[in-house]
């Protein structure tokens, strides 16, 4: 099995998780990063 794109580096150059499938019309590519712990609590938190 070939190991392409199982990881990539994000825009900020992380090393992270990829998409070790394409989709052969468009592929999928990590277009940004991931959010920071707690990054949206002030959003999710009242609605709970």
Partial sequence: MDAHD?????????????FPFQLTDSPMTVTRDSPALGEHN???IPGV
């Fill in 42 to 44: 002030r959003e999710i």
């Fill in 6 to 18: 199982t990881f990539t580096r994000s825009p900020s150059g992380e090393l992270v998780k990829g």
